[in-house]
């Protein structure tokens, strides 16, 4: 894994598929970032280092993978400008009368993307625009999927609409990778997954 993100960042780039950070650099930081912070200079001696993070360090180093580390330093240097930009806002609560409010918020805005979002039809999943698909990940969390409809599909992502939960009326868009998810058909008549497929 880190030397396929050490090859697909030699060309220059600075985030995985677009100008900015996008859902596939925060799908793939989160392990890095533990990575780097295994294989970083704790400012010990090697004998004086615990077993496990030297190790770390010999492998998952920076002169191992220059271009990865640079990465994880990218997104925390843009993680700390975001809290900097937006330390005047105000703080979310928490319980259900937050959360009440936080989705009612969401329910009353507009979207970021278009409103009609593209669906590549020669995808191999075979899956059509409107179809109801269910989308878990394969590698943590696999006990849960998600069920919607599907209204937007690229190489890179999928999107689809599922109905508010907890009383309120109106529709939400998830966006996850195509990367380490499972997107199956589902069976509209009793629910079942049909078909469909992971791109690793």
């Known amino acids: 894994m880190g030397l396929g993100t050490e090859n697909l960042l030699g060309d220059g780039r600075e985030w995985l598929f677009g100008e900015r950070p996008g859902l ?9 970032d533990q990575a780097v912070n295994m294989a970083g200079d704790t400012g010990v001696a090697p004998e004086e280092a615990e077993e496990a993070t030297w190790d770390a360090r010999c492998v998952l180093g920076e002169p191992e993978f220059p271009k990865v580390h640079a990465w994880v330093r990218r997104f925390r240097e843009a993680c700390e400008h975001a809290e900097r930009r937006t330390a005047s806002a105000k703080r979310c609560g928490e319980g259900q009368e937050t959360d009440g409010d936080i989705v009612r918020r969401i329910l009353s805005s507009g979207y970021a993307e278009p409103q009609e979002l593209p669906v590549e039809e020669n ?11 269910s989308i878990a990940p394969v ?7 998600d069920i919607g409809v599907l209204v937007g599909l690229s190489r890179n992502e999928v999107v ?8 309120q009326k109106g529709t939400l868009r998830l966006h996850y990778p195509r990367i380490d998810f499972k997107i199956l058909a589902v069976d509209d008549k009793d629910g079942k997954e049909a078909t469909g497929g992971t791109r690793s």
């Open 24 to 32: 596939a650099d925060v799908h793939g930081l989160w392990v890095f």
């Open 123 to 133: 995808d191999i999943l075979g899956v059509m625009k409107g179809k109801r698909v």
């Open 139 to 145: 590698d943590f969390g696999a006990t849960h999927a």
């Open 160 to 167: 689809i609409e599922v109905e508010v939960q907890g009383g």
